[in-house]
């Protein structure tokens, strides 16, 4: 079943954002799933990028990817600023931190 940032996000634009913000290959096989593109682009974007994220995508589609994001995804310092913005855009939830890496194996 596809996402829905694979079913509102031009090939183009991913494909775009991913050679920009992305310089190294991909792990294993698989490609890098559209979330994990936006993801990285909402971490590193300028102001222009993040005006075109906003207007082509939505501020839902790029809530969507800050719940689902994984560990490492999106910096602190991304997440507060686009928390703040994209709470007031879509009066949704989003958690006040970025997901952490636990690196305590050890703790159950």
């Known amino acids: 079943m596809e996402s829905q940032a694979e079913l509102l996000v031009s ?4 494909s775009d954002l991913e050679r920009r913000f992305f310089w190294w290959e991909p792990v294993g096989s698989h490609p890098r799933s559209p979330e994990r593109i936006l993801a990285q682009a909402m971490s590193f974007a300028g102001f222009d990028e993040i005006v075109k994220l906003e207007t082509e995508l939505g501020p839902d589609v790029l809530a969507d990817v800050m719940v689902s994001a994984q560990p490492g995804w999106i910096d602190a310092r991304s997440w507060e600023f686009w928390r703040g913005r994209l709470m007031r855009a879509t009066g949704r939830a ?9 690196f305590d194996v050890g703790a159950v």
């Open 11 to 14: 090939k183009d634009l991913l």
């Open 94 to 102: 989003i958690p006040p931190e970025a997901p952490a890496r636990s």
